[in-house]
Nanobody
Framework: QGQLMESGGDSVQAGGSLRLSCAASAYTYRTNFLAWFRQAPGKEREGVAGIYFRTGSIFYADSVKDRFTIFQDNTKSTMYLQMNNLKPEDTAMYYC?????????????????WGQGTHVTVSS
């Protein structure tokens, strides 16, 4: 399994935007399902969005649908999460993960490779 490295976390006001990046090794990028998770203090880690390089299949949590967009740059083996209209409840540590989760892409227990996380704070 390869390495994952997130970047792009910051502090923004509600309604603002951020773009997170997750750089992966070429092997990890091309052979795994990649996903974004987040974990707020005192809460469980939850799936935000996922994408599969080979098929282009994309999945979103209902809480972020229509506000967040997941996409890839195949030339850089990098996955992105464009986050618009951010809300205070989006405040969390955001992680990218890679594995073959099957039908339950949103289950953090299905992933063996994780990045170190990048923090997003949204103030009201």
């Amino acid at each position: 399994q390869g390495q994952l490295m997130e970047s792009g976390g910051d502090s923004v006001q509600a309604g603002g935007s951020l773009r997170l990046s997750c750089a992966a090794s070429a092997y990890t990028y091309r052979t795994n399902f990649l996903a974004w998770f987040r974990q707020a203090p005192g809460k469980e880690r939850e799936g935000v969005a996922g994408i599969y390089f080979r098929t282009g299949s994309i999945f979103y949590a209902d809480s972020v649908k229509d506000r967040f967009t997941i996409f890839q740059d195949n030339t850089k083996s990098t996955m992105y999460l464009q986050m618009n209209n951010l809300k205070p409840e989006d405040t969390a540590m955001y992680y990218c993960a890679a594995d073959a989760p099957g039908d339950t892409w949103y289950d953090p227990g299905k992933y063996r490779t994780w990045g170190q996380g990048t923090h997003v704070t949204v103030s009201s």
